[in-house]
């Protein structure tokens, strides 16, 4: 990934003539190494430098929902805003459309008057975007620290010494890289080049299918989520957990042996979501009997005793749906991340919606994108200027487009 030479640096936490939500909240003093401080109540599990849970400080500028409406009519047809669903309620409010992060890519593809366009999300998905859309667009993220635990769990240095343990292994030639969409364009450049394909929480099973059945493959090496992959292959493939090994890139070869590695069906990469991976089976047995009738709905990144605790397991767009279809006095307790889940109890009033766990903060890379970050983006535009473009070199692009094409022609 490369950034825009004119402006390679996002911009310090207060902009000029906007605030800094975090500062202005909690009267912190801004480093570029420290996480936004959200919401209130120390949490000592959660991410380092997160208060959860509580509310996301509100922006200090009361005027910035204003001038990111007068940028954004100024701008017109000119820039396209993309909103994933874990974004803060104040920036959905201005996304064109909203979304997980594949669809959020193709609809930017499909949208090529737009010469900008500004993904409120995360730095895999702006990459992704740029892989996909067109040689005219430009794709910006409002704040280059808004990354991705997981993706960073899995870095091109760390995959490319595993594939070169699976060679030591004798088994390289009939492993197939399944790489999450969750993951940096590296990584996905890296499963191109093997023939492998990318795939989203909804069609994990179709990829693994694909990756045992039309490529023949005898295992798959799963990146970055191990949790995803192990449930995908236990719960839609008939898989046991014996058949899943976990290669830990901090270990030599992985802390596995050869015979290990030789006798799984899954090679499962140690890696996970910060938000996901934190509840447990105590969550949804307290929730349980907290919640009379409830119906227990998660995410499959959650760990593995949690999905097989809960009633429903799907991804977000499920999730989204699943409560959307429900009859009015229906229960839920949610386990994904927690903008979405409350922007679902607002959605239904007359359904009794619930986090999963009384603990578990907000996404806080994700949140890293608020009101101050997106209006400081929308009126550099406006002045003919172009903050924070993503650029994925064209040596990483192209072995990555093959393997999102490759997802993208799975049945």
Not at 63 to 83: N, P, S
Not at 108 to 135: K, Q, Y
Not at 226 to 249: F, K, S
Request: hydrophobic share 45%; glycine share 8%.
């Amino acid at each position: 990934m490369t950034i825009n030479p004119a402006l390679d640096h996002t911009p310090p936490r207060t902009s000029p003539g906007v605030a800094d939500p975090g500062v202005a909240a909690v009267g912190a003093v801004p480093s570029p190494l420290a996480l936004l401080l959200l919401g209130r109540g120390a949490d000592p599990a959660s991410e380092r430098g997160v208060d959860c849970p509580g509310d996301l400080p509100p922006a200090a500028d009361p005027d910035l929902a204003a001038r990111a409406a007068a940028a954004k009519a100024a701008l017109g047809e000119k820039v396209f805003i993309l909103g994933h669903h874990y974004q803060r309620d104040e920036v959905i409010a201005f996304a064109d459309v909203t979304g997980d992060s594949f669809k959020l890519a193709q609809l930017a593809a499909a949208r090529p008057e737009a010469e900008a366009i500004i993904f409120c999300g995360v730095h895999f998905m702006a990459e992704s975007a740029d892989i996909l859309t067109g040689p005219q667009q430009r794709v910006i993220l409002p704040d280059l620290a808004a990354g991705c635990s997981m993706a960073d769990m899995a870095t091109a240095e760390q995959v490319e010494q595993a594939w070169d343990d699976l060679a030591d292994a004798g088994v390289a030639d009939t492993t197939v890289p399944v790489s999450y969409m969750n993951s940096s364009a590296a990584i996905k450049g890296f499963t191109g080049r093997h023939n492998g394909t990318i795939c989203t929480s909804s069609n994990a099973r179709r990829a693994l299918e694909w990756a045992f059945g039309a490529r023949g493959g005898e295992r798959v090496l799963f990146l970055p989520d191990q949790h995803l992959g192990r449930n995908t292959a236990i719960a839609e493939l008939g898989m046991t957990e014996a058949d899943c090994v976990v290669y830990d890139p901090h270990r030599p070869h992985g802390g596995l042996t050869h015979d290990q590695v030789r006798a799984a069906k899954m090679i499962l990469w140690r890696g996970h979501c910060s938000v996901h991976g934190r509840f447990t089976r105590a969550s949804v047995d307290e929730v349980r009997a907290r919640v009379p009738g409830v119906t227990v709905l998660v995410h499959p990144e959650c760990r593995r005793e949690v999905v097989t605790a809960a009633d429903l397991v799907g991804s977000t767009e499920y999730i989204i749906a699943a409560v959307d279809a429900a009859p009015p006095g229906s229960a839920f307790a949610i386990g994904t991340e927690l903008n979405l889940v409350r922007r679902l109890s607002t959605r239904h009033p007359d359904k009794t919606i619930v986090f999963l766990d009384r603990t578990v903060c907000f996404c806080s890379t994700m949140n890293r994108i608020d009101m101050p970050h997106l209006v400081w983006a929308l009126e550099s535009l406006v002045r003919g200027e172009t903050p924070n473009q993503i650029t994925v070199d064209p040596d990483v692009a192209t072995p990555a487009r093959k393997a999102l094409d490759q997802m993208l022609a799975l049945p």
